[in-house]
């Protein structure tokens, strides 16, 4: 299965940033929506941040004010810069792609489901010590 690439994550004290990053590989290029989900050990995925085509980011309602998503095009990249961390943020870190060029959907969160995405990063692991 073709995944996206991602890089960044690791282990950091409470109150720290860190950035992570995603290469959106040709294949999911001219997506609507590109978002980042996150997973805790026995806990369901959960939505941390998204933006649409058109730039409008939009952010779970216990990272706003914390983390930015961002992306540049001219590397095809897309962030997602945690700051002001906490232990709650320890999760496993997806980047994600719809892949979907149509758009018709709702990007922003809370309503983005994450069975919209079509293309997926293998995840990377932040985890935040107190």
């Known amino acids: 299965q073709q995944r996206l690439v991602q890089s960044g994550g690791g282990s950091v004290q409470a109150g720290e940033s860190l950035t992570l990053s995603c290469v959106i590989s040709?294949?999911?290029?001219?997506?609507?929506?590109l978002g980042w989900f996150r997973q805790s050990p026995g806990k369901e995925r959960e939505g941390v941040a998204s933006?649409?085509?058109?730039?409008?980011?939009s952010y779970g309602e216990s990272v706003k004010g914390r983390f930015t998503i961002s992306q540049d095009n001219s590397k095809n990249t897309l962030y997602l810069q945690l700051t002001d961390v906490n232990p709650e943020d320890t999760a496993m870190y997806y980047c994600?792609?719809?892949?979907?060029?149509?758009?018709?959907?709702?990007?922003?969160?809370?309503?983005?489901?994450?069975?919209?995405?079509?293309?997926w990063g293998k995840g990377t692991q932040v985890t935040v010590s107190s």
């Open positions: 994600a792609a719809d892949g979907d060029w149509r758009g018709g959907y709702s990007c922003a969160l809370p309503r983005l489901e994450y069975w919209r995405m079509d293309y």
């Open positions: 040709e294949y999911a290029y001219g997506s609507y929506c």
């Open positions: 933006i649409d085509r058109d730039g409008r980011p």
